[in-house]
T-cell receptor, first 109, second 114 residues
């Protein structure tokens, strides 16, 4: 079966750095997405990786290793507004998105 | 108005009621999706429409019935629901199905079945 694993919850301090991991086992691979979802709001797109390596976008970076079935989202200089759930999703060989259950990130002052 | 909109934002209905959820996208996309989001569970894809044609129905009970009259509008008709159907229902759109384009989500309808 297809499976996406990510931690249920993480806590970090304002101004610090946090890394959210995602491991996957899917039927084929056509890219990995990270979305952010604030409580009571719609998920919003953060990043897309299809090749191995690090993609940097401001305070957020996303890394992919296809051989290891592994990705992480790195958030730097954490702000209180970064408190949200972070969803990892993999597009399989049928171009269907397989979603993880999300990681709830709590930022403390 | 831009992006993806959904109405109503909140809905409480009895098990014998019939109601409909509406989604509209203003992005010129050709693919639209219905998802169910339950607490602490992954997003569950329910239906996909590509160029107004339904391309996927992921074993969704017949008490959920989708309708896509054009590429900008998507409906989810509900009837004789069960309490376990209470969840957040999200609509999304993307450039087209079968591509790596990201999906844009609406704010969702919080459904409670009593």
């Amino acid at each position: 079966g297809q499976n996406i694993d990510q931690p249920t919850e993480m806590t970090a301090t304002e101004g610090a750095i946090v890394q959210i991991n995602c491991t996957y086992q899917t039927s084929g691979f056509n890219g990995l997405f990270w979305y952010q979802q604030h409580a009571g709001e719609a998920p919003t797109f953060l990043s897309y990786n299809v090749l191995d390596g690090l993609e940097e976008k401001g305070r957020f970076s996303s890394f992919l290793s296809r051989s290891k079935g592994y990705s992480y989202l790195l958030l730097k200089e954490l702000q209180m507004k970064d408190s949200a759930s972070y969803l990892c999703a993999v597009m399989d060989s049928n171009y269907q998105l397989i979603w993880g259950a999300g990681t709830k990130l709590i930022i403390k002052p | 108005e831009t992006g993806v909109t959904q109405t109503p934002r909140h809905l409480v209905m009895g098990m014998t009621n019939k109601k409909s959820l509406k989604c509209e996208q203003h992005l010129g996309h050709n693919a639209m999706y219905w998802y169910k989001q339950s607490a602490k569970k992954p997003l569950e894809l329910m239906f996909v429409y590509n160029f107004k044609e339904q391309t996927e129905n992921n074993s969704v009970p017949s008490r959920f019935s989708p309708e896509c009259p054009n590429s900008s509008h998507l409906f989810l008709h509900l009837h004789t629901l069960q309490p376990e159907d209470s969840a957040l229902y999200l609509c999304a759109s993307s450039q087209e199905r079968g591509s790596s384009y990201e999906q844009y989500f609406g704010p969702g309808t919080r459904l409670t079945v009593t």
